[in-house]
């Protein structure tokens, strides 16, 4: 049972002066401060597989989404958005690594690289996220061709380096070949070969991946037909 | 056995006066905003970022929430002289200490109760069930640990510190030992007797990193060899605590 609590008037007056002092002192301190200052601050270095192993106690699964959060949260900081161009790559590719050493059957990882520091404008920044996607998906053909079949895309018609996308499509031909992995990726090496211009052939990609059922989560849909919706309509509309 | 029962039931009826349900449903409802919150901002695997994130913070809820309720609750119950004047009374010392784990043992069931009911809504019910009753088997160790650190050292502070150690290095023991063998080639002779004490103590404390697997409710690969696995380690470890904990109460002077 709660025992009722004594009047005010017990408290004595230089306890009261001093609460509301103190009170006053606070809030007037903390309202004469400055307003804080918007300052990017560079991504750090990736810490060590080992150390990461160590500090997820045991579940390096949650560790995995948090430090994605992390790396993805990075370009829009607390007032300042960072162009994806003034964007340490090299420490980028690191903390991606980490993320997928961490939980390897995770997408998250090469999603990003793929989709989203990959349209960056910058070749070069492009050809390094490119070629994460590229050396990871020899880990996990069957599972992680989408991310190579969009990299194939990209090595075509952004960088318009067509021996590395078919490379790129040669390696998902030769090395994905699990049942799940539909026929269409496969013959991505045609797409190539038949040099299709950028936008039909992103709305092929993209409406392949939609129509396979293969993407379920809400948020990645929303983000593909987004993506759908934003490409300059057709030059040749189907009949 | 009825004066353990009496003991036990008192020891959970301190815990529902002391909110404790209340604060679990807290502590459920503030993760699952800011799981639901932090899952709106991936861009994909939004159900598996929640799960996954909700599953880490309701763990390391609940055993900090076990663990402190039973420190507290024998420090409590030591510095009111209720121990003692139960200790008094024509009962075995093992009753006491066996009342107490079992009421501490019925309040473990409230959190994984609870949160594995939530698990329900990320993973099929075989595979929430296997992590709610690892859980349990956790909360279990973490609270047999607790009991001992409480008697063997008497003050809440140091007692809370040793049982989050003991929680910290059963967690990363696996890590640890792994670390250690793979530089076993090139290490030096300090690194070499290091690597022998972290297997030593692998043999000694309970692969906690086994436990309450979020693999279990993302990729759905848990299974029997999963939970005997969990019981065997449960009992095993539960028991040695038990043993520890009566061995040091038998020898104490009251």
């Known amino acids: 049972m709660n025992t009722p609590a004594r009047p005010l008037s017990s408290v004595p007056p230089t306890v009261r002066w001093l609460l509301a002092a103190a009170l006053a002192l606070q809030l007037g301190w903390q309202a004469g401060r400055p307003p804080p200052g918007a300052r990017a601050e560079a991504l750090p270095p990736a810490p060590s597989a080992a150390a990461l192993r160590l500090a997820s106690l045991g579940d390096p699964l949650a560790l995995s989404r948090l430090l994605m959060l992390y790396v993805q949260g990075h370009d829009d900081q607390a007032g300042v958005a960072i162009a994806w161009r003034d964007l340490d790559y090299g420490r980028i590719r690191q903390w991606l690594e980490r993320v997928l050493e961490l939980d390897p059957r995770s997408q998250y990882p090469l999603l990003a690289a793929s989709e989203v520091y990959g349209a960056v404008g910058d070749p070069a920044r492009v050809r390094q996220m490119l070629e994460l996607v590229y050396q990871r998906f020899g880990e996990d053909p069957d599972r992680r061709w989408p991310w190579l079949a969009h990299a194939v895309v990209v090595a075509q018609h952004r960088l318009h380096d067509l021996p590395l996308a078919r490379r790129y499509a040669q390696a998902i031909r030769l090395r994905a070949t699990g049942p799940r992995v539909p026929a269409w990726a496969r013959e991505l090496e045609l797409f190539v070969l038949e040099d299709m211009d950028q936008a039909e052939a992103t709305r092929a990609l993209i409406g392949a991946l939609l129509s396979s059922g293969q993407i379920t989560d809400a948020n990645e849909l929303r983000f593909l037909e987004r993506r759908l919706q934003n490409l300059p309509p057709p030059a040749h509309p189907p009949r | ?254």
């Not at chain 2, 409802?29 to 919150?37: D, R």
């Not at chain 2, 402190?68 to 024509?90: H, N, Q, Y």
Request: charged letters at 10%; a positive charge.
């Open chain 2, 1 to 254: 056995m009825t004066a353990a029962l009496v003991i036990a039931r008192y020891t959970l009826l301190e815990a529902l006066r002391n909110r404790l349900l209340w604060l679990l449903l807290l502590v459920l409802a503030a993760a699952v905003c800011a799981g639901g919150f932090l899952g709106q901002l991936a861009l994909t695997e939004s159900r598996q970022l929640q799960a996954a994130l909700l599953a880490a913070v309701l763990r390391l809820a609940a055993v900090f929430l076990v663990a402190t309720f039973v420190v507290g609750s024998m420090a409590r119950e030591a510095a009111d002289k209720g121990a003692e004047l139960l200790l008094a009374l024509a009962l075995p010392r093992a009753v006491y200490v066996l009342g107490k784990l079992a009421g501490f043992a019925a309040l473990a069931l409230l959190p994984a109760l609870l949160f594995g009911a939530v698990a329900l809504a990320f993973a099929p019910p075989g595979q929430a069930a296997l992590w709610a009753a690892s859980l349990l088997g956790e909360l279990w160790i973490v609270a047999a640990f607790s009991l001992l650190c409480s008697l063997t050292l008497s003050q809440t502070l140091p007692a809370l510190t040793a049982a989050g150690a003991f929680y910290l290095l059963a967690r990363v023991l696996g890590t640890l030992q792994l670390l250690g063998h793979a530089g076993a080639a090139q290490a030096d002779a300090g690194q070499r007797w290091l690597t022998r004490g972290i297997d030593a103590l692998a043999l000694l404390l309970p692969h906690l990193d086994a436990f309450t697997r979020t693999e279990w409710l993302l990729y759905h690969t848990g299974g029997l060899a999963d939970l005997a696995n969990v019981a065997a380690q449960t009992a095993l470890a539960v028991g040695l605590l038990t043993a520890a904990a009566l061995f040091d109460l038998y020898r104490k002077n009251l």
